[in-house]
């Protein structure tokens, strides 16, 4: 049983064959998967996806690389959007410096605001976080006060002071295809100091295919592999990780009673 928490399923990639990746998600375990909006327009569509797929929930939010694009009432569409059935996330949201699309400034002001929305509607907001890691710590920590926050760090790949800080702030750490990257020594070698009540798996479907399917385009389906990497790493069956990590991102989601 494995629920991916990250899917962008209202992508181009996945326009003519939808029902075909939701259908091999479910063949390979993949009981539940989050669709994550990156526009107004995005999170429109993972609303509707929602609405179609039973077992597909929705995020709405604006990317920082798009938050550029955001015209006016962008925003007001959101906070609305956020209340509509099945949306159990803010995001995706976070700070990107190695694209740099968006001035920074304004991609500070939109992760605020989307942490905002989400702690007013008890839901998760969704960090992405790339070459920005001490700024995203920054803005998490004087979001959090003295509190606590109810969020992911999304197809994480930081280093060992982003990852303490965000545990240490309530977040919880999902890990996507780059896990199982060879290359990812250190990475996988830092796993094995999370709390298991924190873990959760996602793909970021279409990118980042993990091992053996890289270069493909990624789908839910191949959470698996994340998952059984890191089932490797822990010492853990691959029975046990889909157990703990789908566990975490129910209660996360406020899903535990929906899904029974
Ligand atoms: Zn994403």
Redesign the pocket.
């Known amino acids: 049983m494995l629920f991916d928490t990250?899917a962008?399923l209202d992508e181009d990639a996945f326009s003519q064959d939808t029902d075909e990746v939701l259908a091999r998600a479910v063949a390979s375990g993949v009981t539940t998967m989050l669709a994550?909006a990156?526009t107004v327009e995005s999170s429109r569509a993972t609303i509707a996806l929602a609405a179609r797929f039973p077992n597909v929930f929705a995020s709405v939010g604006i990317?920082p690389n798009y938050a550029v694009q955001a015209k006016p009432g962008d925003w007001e569409a959101i906070e609305e959007l956020a209340s509509s059935p099945k949306v159990i996330a803010i995001g995706?949201t976070g700070l990107d410096r190695y694209w740099d699309h968006t001035p920074f400034d304004v991609q500070l002001d939109y992760f605020r605001r989307q942490i905002e929305l989400a702690g007013r509607r008890d839901v998760p907001f969704?960090v992405?976080c790339r070459e920005s890691e001490p700024d995203v710590v920054a803005v998490l920590r004087e979001m959090a006060g003295a509190g606590q926050l109810k969020g992911i760090m999304?197809?994480f790949c930081g280093g060992r002071a982003t990852l303490d800080a965000a545990l240490e702030l309530g977040l919880h750490i999902s890990f996507a295809g780059m896990l199982t990257f060879k290359k990812n020594v250190e990475l996988r070698e830092l796993t094995k100091t999370i709390p298991l009540n924190r873990l959760l798996i996602e793909t970021?479907s279409p990118?980042l295919a993990p091992q053996p399917n890289r270069g493909k385009r990624n789908e839910p389906a191949f959470v698996r592999h994340t998952a059984e990497c890191l089932a490797e790493v822990l010492g853990q069956t691959l029975d046990e990780i889909g157990t703990i990590t789908t566990a975490n991102a129910r209660r996360l989601f406020g899903l535990s009673d929906v899904l029974g």
Request: aromatic share 8%.
């Open positions: 990250h962008h994550v990156t990317h995706e969704i992405h999304h197809s970021d990118y």
